[in-house]
């Protein structure tokens, strides 16, 4: 029997977390969420192989290239609670569905921009957009599949979102090269709004538990992972012990504890902290930050190893690395729709254990003279790690929370995958420069391959986590079957 709550205003909401009579459409579900998981991943590390042109054609200095990349991932990371808490209480298509809209307008912005100063803007909104839309879309995802196939929805979700941040250097250099790198934001309009269009009018609406927002939560979780990832992102210039980064660090953290002692008082916290005591949810997230850690400092790597160590163009560099970037693709549905009978655990041990073997067997042979007939089978294998462990760890938090606190759940693992990414691209540059450097092909590659072992070692760690990770468990309180959803075959 269903039941009727009133929120303030008089909204009602009926039954366990919808708010409408829309009829529940998995197949145009995943494939709206899938549209977003691509575009707003490809904008992580599109604009790499576009650098040396947009320093050209901007007249842009080191310092604007680098906020090119790092402002979009930096608000991306940032703001992954938030858009959970928004999707919560304003409805998590609304909220969707303006989060794309957004995304959208951006990316036409920064294709016009006409100065750097717009384009690095124009990059914060793409990332304040993508913070907001990304958890709400897992949400949905989510609420429109029962948990005995909730994994293969994910495994299809993770095959797109894992294949558009690896083919992000793929797709900048394409386009590049052959048209202009304003057409690597123009890709994004018109698929963005289609997207919203139809999403607006086909997406279920639903809401979160939580009537009221946690302004003192928001403010203290935001500026608190801001202080980390700002320190992060400049380290590189300033170093270490420079005081902006260690104020940053510092601060950051002592706002992410006031935020862990506000939330255990609060009455409608927008984290639970009862849920990282869970053994699935928390190792599920410390696998998803060493994975993403690995998975993005490496790509990052990767892409400058094939063009300042091997002498390949942008195009040839895309082209070379499809051997990795084509597995999410072919692989993450299988490991998806075999994670929901045999559990997720499995995959995301032998996932992150190929990724660092990947990632490892690269460094070893890697030299200036190495052909590409070395790369493929290690290349292969890290892909085929990354389809196997994207979608399994995501579905381990879902079954970790009840159904109605996965929005809270997509935004902490979103925001713990995204800002694992950042600390890579870091730590694995860190390591470049300590061995390596350009200019030199020989002194380049050394640098690369001690970047790659960094990126090995994190896989293993987050391997070493994933072996805690329970086993298959039956589906219970915390994953209550929804109402039977239409198979994936029928777009309603």
């Known amino acids: 029997m269903q039941c009727v709550r009133l929120w303030p205003g008089g909204r009602a909401v009926r039954g366990e ?7 529940v459409r998995p197949g145009w579900t995943l494939v709206l969420v899938a549209v977003c998981a691509f575009l707003t991943s490809l904008d992580v590390m599109v604009v790499v192989t576009a650098i ?39 409805g998590r298509m609304k909220v969707y569905v303006l989060g794309l809209a957004v995304f959208t307008a951006a990316s036409a912005m920064a294709a016009l921009a006409p100065t750097v100063g717009v ?13 907001v839309a990304i958890p709400v879309s897992l949400t949905l995802l989510s609420n429109a599949y029962p948990p005995e196939k909730r994994g293969m929805a994910m495994g299809i979700w993770g095959s797109v979102s894992g294949l558009a941040v690896a083919a992000g250097p793929v797709v900048g250099g394409l ?28 997406l279920r609406e639903s809401y979160g538990p939580r009537p009221e927002l946690d302004l003192v939560g928001l403010a203290l979780v935001s500026i608190g992972l801001f202080g980390l990832v700002w320190a992060a992102v400049r380290q590189p210039v300033l170093g270490w012990g420079d005081p902006e980064v260690l104020l940053s660090i510092v601060g950051g953290l002592v706002l992410l504890v006031a935020f862990v002692l506000w939330e255990k008082r609060v009455t409608h916290a927008m984290l639970p902290m009862a849920y990282f005591r869970s053994r699935g949810f928390t190792i599920a997230n410390v696998s998803a930050f060493f994975q993403h850690f690995a998975l993005i400092g490496a790509l990052f790597m990767l892409a400058q190893m094939f063009q ?23 692989v993450a549905p299988i490991a998806g729709n075999f994670a929901d009978r045999l559990g997720n655990r499995p995959f995301m041990v032998a996932g992150l254990l190929l990724q660092g073997v990947g990632l490892a067997w690269i460094a070893a042979v890697a030299q200036p003279d190495t052909g590409y007939g070395s790369f493929i089978v290690p290349l292969i294998l890290g892909g085929v790690g990354i389809a196997m462990c994207l979608p399994t760890t ?17 935004g902490v693992n979103s925001a713990v995958r995204e800002i694992g990414g950042v600390f890579g691209v870091v730590s694995l540059g860190a390591a470049f420069a300590t061995y390596g450097h350009y200019g030199d092909p020989a002194a380049a590659m050394g640098g690369f391959r001690a970047a790659l072992v960094v990126g090995a070692i994190a896989s293993m760690v987050g391997m070493v986590a994933a072996l805690f990770a329970p086993g298959k468990t039956q589906p219970g309180p915390h994953t209550a079957p929804m109402a039977a959803p239409v198979g994936l075959d029928t777009l309603e």
């Open 52 to 90: 040396p042109t947009i320093r050209q054609d901007l007249d842009a200095g080191l310092a604007d290239l680098e906020w090119t990349i790092n402002a979009y991932n930096l608000a991306f990371g940032c703001l992954m609670l938030t858009g959970a808490a928004l999707g919560d209480r304003f």
């Open 175 to 202: 386009i590049t090269q052959g048209l202009s790198w304003h057409w690597i934001f123009w890709l994004n309009v018109p698929i963005g709004l289609a997207a919203t269009v139809l999403s607006a009018k086909l």
């Open 394 to 410: 995501i579905n381990l938090v879902f079954a970790s929370v009840p159904q109605n606190d996965v929005g809270v759940a997509s």
């Open 119 to 131: 384009l690095i803007l124009s990059r914060v909104l793409q990332g304040v957009a993508a913070g």
């Open 17 to 23: 977390n919808t708010s409408t009579e829309r009829p």
């Open 308 to 330: 300042e160590g091997l002498g390949n163009d942008p195009m040839g560099t895309g082209l070379r690395l499809l051997a990795w970037t084509a597995m999410p693709l072919l």
